[in-house]
């Protein structure tokens, strides 16, 4: 009972304490905070924009779970964005280039994705395990060597194509290698049908930590190296595995936007998915279920912040929020950890001794 | 006049109290040695003395005047400096760059490196540290860097030093060149306070001895008016009012369980932790390693399971494990209770049951193939905390929320489930109270009855002899002694682990 009570209150706590300070600084620039608050819900709950909310928090899913897999290790994987960028990109060209008969290819083309995000993030890993060198450093260094060896791959005079804008991307991916989408009752748009692969995702990301050896092996390293190596885990190769997982998981994400509505992966691709997996994860405290509210609640918060613009108040008080979810909500988990560890302690002095 | 005096000093923590009516009197102008076992409360009166923690009661008083400390700023301030185990020098700076560095003196806005030089080699000069200011500390050896932080906390105007353990790190030459720096330093009117568990070398340095047993200082002696021995000093250490640990008969058998030969681990700097270090434990016997703490008892059982790297081999059970890993190790059937619980045996931040799987990982009741079975680990937990009397209201506490003495009961269930066929054993009974320390010896006697081959390492020279079958001796990383524990007595014993006879028996 009080277990539940303990994981909620952190989270609700911060998102309370960020809404009153959107407030103020609604109040500074002139709007009625409530007015706002709930023009923006009324925004939100049209059928487009619930669309987009649910598209929106699919990406942000696969992205916080592959940073929260690093989490778990103590591993901070800064390279999501250079890893599901690059692995999109290829998985694009494939897409693209090669006619796979029924569903052959989105399998093809996301065991694809997965692989190439799992080896660009493989270089970090070994590069730490072997060498020594921070995965936060070298991750950093990967997003960039992607960014310069995509602009090489969609060079028009290697794979790229000119698109019908005038933008250099990959040809636009025939109707069979793309993802099925689903429609909510009268919306115009279709909910990605990835949103279902990342609900599995969830569910095997906790199972994989809960319920198998592997999990808590990388479990155990993440709470006490020392502990884990006298336990018998070998720590490099859980390092090497659990990075390889994270950019497996961290290919996935350019994938929904590119087989369900954009076709193509141009130089325009959005590139910071993984920042925002990054605020996620904290957010979602690492937990399956948690980082899914934290997708939701940084997706509403974007589609919302656009009916902003129309109404004179500048959509930026959005992102002021989110910074403040964040930071107040690694605040409050720390407090409430205290506090837990703080009263099994008297609950243990009061069993015996 | 004394230097430093502490009256009456506690210091608690959740669970355990690491000070309990601490009384240290410290004469100015002389060495005086703390020695006590790992644990017995050292490093946490050092921490209150530096200013890193404060203490519950008591007063601290210094050259007569009573102060208080809320951080190291404010011993420093009164002239007390710390040098660490752990040197804290940047390899790439000079000697001059790492002293000056945190207290530089300016001119006109500039380090004002040509008075700081002038400064230090006159203070190394006066104390005959013979430290060459412009040598880079990198190219350093060990003893030279020690200097180099002895000279640190000089510079920063520092009378009274403390030294934590200074001499582990150090070869045996290294150690005589401190011990003529120190006596530099005492002849100059400097007060030093040396912690250290390294008997024979506290003998040699110290003026006054103050012996610290389970957080309470015991006794202190002075050697210019008594012949202080080392036996003296470890029996003051390790007390004698415990109740005998004894086990009834023989049940020693002729299957080798454990085989080790010329096991030799080096460490990073090229010294030999242990050397060429051979024994066999058959089924139902229990072999005691007696030692001074810090001979190379922790690393002899690293490289018996399989966390440090070493040459020669391991036989477990007739089967060569000297190149398997450590989870293959505790496969065999390989227990194992490490010296320091909460860093090696324990996820502080887990759940009591979770923390039963760690080690266990791939045996039963944990998993079955690559799947971990909570339900059935959860049942055993609970086991565990029957059987072993494990003070905790559940199995969803936090590990680190239990007291250390029912941390350790709590190890020791986990370690003795699934019928191990050898138990590696670090000081079992270290921190918990009298009535589980004989639940522990209990659960061991009757383990070995069932054939249990047991390697003990104990600080506890009554529970060695009691408990043990035969003991061996550890002197420097080498075996220099044999011991039968029917005729042994805790003195011959002492006289061995020290060096002071070459047989004990």
């Known amino acids: 009972m009080f277990k539940r009570i303990d994981t909620l209150i952190a989270p609700l706590v911060a998102v309370a304490f960020s809404v009153l300070f959107g407030s103020i600084i609604l109040l500074v620039f002139g709007a009625n905070p409530i007015e706002t608050f709930i023009r923006m819900i009324d925004y939100a709950s049209t059928p487009r924009s619930m669309t987009l909310i649910l598209n929106s928090a699919t990406t942000y899913y696969f992205s916080a779970v592959a940073v929260a897999i690093g989490f778990k290790m103590n591993l901070f994987n800064i390279g999501v964005n250079g890893q599901y960028r690059l692995a999109t990109a290829v998985a694009a060209l494939v897409a693209g280039y090669i006619t796979f008969p029924g569903y052959l290819g989105i399998v093809v083309i996301i065991a694809i994705s997965m692989l190439v995000g799992a080896a660009w993030a493989g270089i970090a890993a070994w590069l730490k395990v072997a060498r020594g060198v921070s995965e936060v450093i070298s991750t950093i260094m990967l997003n960039f060597i992607a960014i310069g060896l995509i602009a090489y791959l969609m060079a028009p005079t290697v794979l790229g194509v000119k698109t019908a804008e005038n933008v250099i991307g990959t040809p636009i991916i025939p109707a069979g290698n793309r993802f099925p989408g689903v429609s909510l009752p009268t919306a115009p748009i279709p909910v990605y049908g990835m949103i279902f692969l990342a609900v599995a995702l969830g569910f095997g990301y906790w199972y994989l930590l809960n319920r198998t050896r592997f999990g808590f092996d990388l479990r155990a390293v993440g709470m006490s190296p020392s502990a884990a190596v006298a336990s018998g885990v070998n720590v490099k190769r859980m390092t090497v595995y659990a990075m390889l997982l994270s950019g497996a998981v961290a290919g996935l994400v350019g994938l929904p936007l590119l087989l369900g509505a954009q076709y193509t992966f141009t130089v325009n691709f959005p590139g910071n998915y993984g920042f925002t997996g990054i605020a996620i994860a904290l957010l979602g405290r690492n937990h399956p279920v948690g980082i899914a509210f934290g997708a939701l609640l940084w997706a509403f918060l974007d589609v919302s912040a656009q009916i902003l613009d129309l109404t004179g108040v500048p959509r930026e008080i959005i992102v002021i929020m989110q910074g403040v979810i964040v930071l107040s909500v690694v605040i409050a988990y720390e407090v409430t950890r205290r506090v837990k560890v703080r009263r099994q302690q008297a609950a243990v002095g009061s069993a015996g001794q | ?505």
């Open chain 2, 1 to 505: 006049m004394l230097a430093v005096e502490l009256q009456g000093i506690w210091k608690r923590f959740p669970g355990v109290i690491a000070n309990s009516n601490i009384n240290l009197k410290v004469e100015q102008g002389s060495v005086h040695a703390i020695v006590g076992e790992n644990g017995a409360g050292k490093s946490t009166l050092m921490k209150i003395l530096y200013g890193m923690q404060r203490a519950d009661e008591g007063t601290i008083s210094v050259n007569g005047k009573i102060v208080e400390f809320d951080s190291p700023s404010d011993s420093i301030e009164v002239g007390i400096g710390m040098v660490h185990q752990h040197f804290m020098l940047a390899d790439n700076f000079t000697v001059l760059e790492n002293v000056v560095l945190g207290s530089e003196p300016t001119k006109a806005g500039s380090i004002d490196f040509a008075a700081a030089k002038s400064r230090i080699s006159e203070i190394s000069d006066s104390y005959g540290l013979e430290i060459d200011a412009d040598a880079l500390v990198g190219d350093l050896g060990v003893g030279d860097r020690q200097r180099v932080e002895i000279l640190k906390v000089l510079y920063r105007g520092a009378r009274i030093l403390i030294l934590d353990e200074p001499t582990a790190v150090l070869v045996p030459h290294e150690v005589d060149e401190l011990f003529e720096a120190l006596r530099g330093l005492k002849s100059e009117g400097i007060t030093v306070i040396f912690i250290s568990h390294k008997l024979d070398e506290v003998l040699q340095i110290a003026d006054e001895i103050t012996v610290i047993r389970r957080g309470t200082t015991v006794a202190t002696l002075n050697q210019k008016t008594q012949t202080v021995t080392a036996e003296q000093l470890a029996e003051l250490m390790v007390g004698s009012e415990l109740p005998t640990p004894e086990t009834r008969g023989s049940t020693v058998t002729e299957q080798v369980v454990l085989l080790v030969s010329e096991l030799t681990s080096v460490n990073s700097d090229g010294k030999a932790e242990i050397s060429d270090l051979s024994f066999k434990i058959h089924a139902g016997e229990i072999l005691g390693i007696a030692g001074v703490e810090g001979n190379g008892q922790s690393e002899l059982v690293e490289a018996i399971m399989g966390t440090r790297a070493a040459t020669g081999s391991i036989w477990i059970n007739d089967q060569d494990a000297s190149k398997l890993g450590t989870r293959k190790r505790r496969e065999l059937g390989v227990a194992y209770i490490p010296e320091d619980r909460s860093r090696l045996a324990l996820l502080l931040d887990a759940p009591l049951w979770e923390n039963r799987i760690l080690g266990h990982q791939t045996q039963a009741p944990n998993a079955k193939g690559i799947r971990l079975t909570p339900k059935l680990t959860k049942m055993d937990t609970k086991r565990i905390i029957q059987e072993f009397d494990v003070r905790t209201p559940g199995i969803d506490v936090l590990a680190s929320a239990l007291s250390g003495g029912n941390q350790q009961k709590f190890i020791v269930g986990r370690e003795m489930s699934g019928n191990p066929i050898l138990l590696i054993a670090s000081h079992p009974t270290r921190g918990v109270d009298v009535g589980a320390q004989a639940a522990i010896w209990d659960e061991l006697r009757a383990a070995r009855e069932k054939g249990l081959a047991v390697l003990l390492i104990s600080a506890d020279l009554d529970e060695l002899i009691g408990m043990s079958d035969s003991i061996k001796v550890i002197l420097r990383g080498k075996f220099v002694a044999d011991a039968d524990p029917a005729t042994v007595t805790p003195q011959q014993l002492g006289n061995a682990m020290t060096g002071a006879l070459k047989a004990a028996n």
